[in-house]
């Protein structure tokens, strides 16, 4: 029997370890050093990275100072500090937030039976904050972290309705309208003219505007500041939501928007709770 050739092992690239200023680069690498499960020397982490090892060995040296990180007891290796796991604990202690938004969304799933997702307005583009899969074995994956461009989107038809006129027209100016499929909104004409329906109904659609055979239906959730940085959404493919599927859904999501707020409402500072954003000038609409 002839030998099957085997690839070589290809070692992984090293690691960027990017911010614009010093401690953003500390955090970083704090980043990096949180994904491991084991102490780590400085030969080990300057190998996994592009940081040159002096400067590996002064950025391990402030984090050890400032009680993030710790040495082992020979001396040659690092794992997280007291402080560190402090924060971390902190964290998922008083994240309670997070945790009942996610029932809300895995109650929303249940109900309706299709993924849905939470998420927020970044720049030009639709992050997803939370999201919980159909059990249904046909579906679209959109892990929490997705990024989805905001034209061509729901929730950012919906975000983009809230904008005043000025501040919308500045953002889709510097926003390639890339064309996702032949159903993408490319003309400043026609989307403008969908965000303005999009204002007067109260929900936004994407049937198919950014990935072929996939229908969302999004709509904000209420905020008591007026404008809102949250949107609730369903999604599924067309050979299951239609468009009248979808907005026999509306009360549902409405629903699970409003339970929304009120967890953002309690999650809230009271100093916080009446800033509103002004409008943009006197073409505001």
Known sequence: MPAIPIAPLVPPAPVEVNGDTPTLRLFALLEVIAAKDQYFSLQSLADETTVPKPTLHRMLQQLENAQLLERSAEGRHYGTGVRLRRLAENLLMNDTAHGARHAVLRKLVAEVGESVNLTALSGSEVIYLDRV???????????????????????????????????????LAHTPLEAYTPKTLTEPEALEAEIRKVKRQGFAL?????????????????????????????????????????????????????????????????????????????DAA
């Open 133 to 171: 899969e159909t059990p249904a074995p046909l579906r679209f994956y959109l892990h929490p972290g997705s990024r989805v461009p905001v034209h061509c989107s729901a929730s950012g038809k919906v975000f983009l309705s809230q904008m005043p006129v000025g501040q919308r027209q500045r953002l």
């Open 206 to 282: 994407d049937n198919e505007e950014f990935l072929p055979g996939l229908l969302c239906v999004a709509v904000a959730v209420p905020s008591r500041a007026g404008r809102s940085n949250l949107c609730v959404a369903v999604q599924a493919p067309i050979m299951r939501l239609t468009t009248d599927k979808a907005l026999a859904l509306l009360p549902a999501l409405q629903r699970a928007a409003a339970a929304l707020s009120r967890i953002e409402t309690d999650a809230t500072p009271a100093s916080l709770a009446g800033h509103v954003t002004p409008p943009d000038g006197p």
